[in-house]
């Protein structure tokens, strides 16, 4: 079916910045939406930022002007700037899309979650 592979988490101090990447794989014929979603300890899953096949954006209020997502079709990736980060911003970030598949099923696909801790 579709697999989705996230990296580029890890640890940072307060101020710095991280950069995620999300490649999509397997039966893909078109993406649509593509999306970071984020869910601290105790808290649930928020979505983070999302970008439209067009290329539209939209950014919960916590990031904005901190985070950039951008995607390259081309590789089927999605990727997610992220600056200025705060000990909030601490959580394990997941990689959503939505995929047509070559036997022309639409699927919302999942990432296996990437880290992110923000240290003060």
């Known amino acids: 079916q579709v697999q989705l592979v996230e990296s580029g988490g890890g640890l940072v101090q307060a101020g710095g910045s991280l950069r995620l990447s999300c490649a999509a794989s397997?039966?893909?014929?078109?993406?649509?939406?593509m999306g970071w979603y984020r869910q601290a300890p105790g808290k649930q899953r928020e979505l983070v930022a999302a970008?439209?096949?067009?290329?539209?954006?939209n950014y919960t209020d916590s990031v904005k002007g901190r985070f950039t997502i951008s995607r390259d079709d081309a590789k089927n990736t999605v990727y997610l700037q992220m600056n200025s980060l705060k000990p909030e911003d601490t959580a394990v970030y997941y990689c959503?899309?939505?995929?047509?598949?070559?036997?022309?099923?639409?699927?919302?696909?999942w990432g296996q979650g990437t880290q992110v801790t923000v240290s003060s």
């Open positions: 959503n899309a939505a995929v047509v598949t070559t036997n022309d099923a639409l699927v919302s696909a």
């Open positions: 397997g039966s893909i014929f078109r993406i649509y939406t």
């Open positions: 970008i439209s096949r067009g290329g539209t954006t």
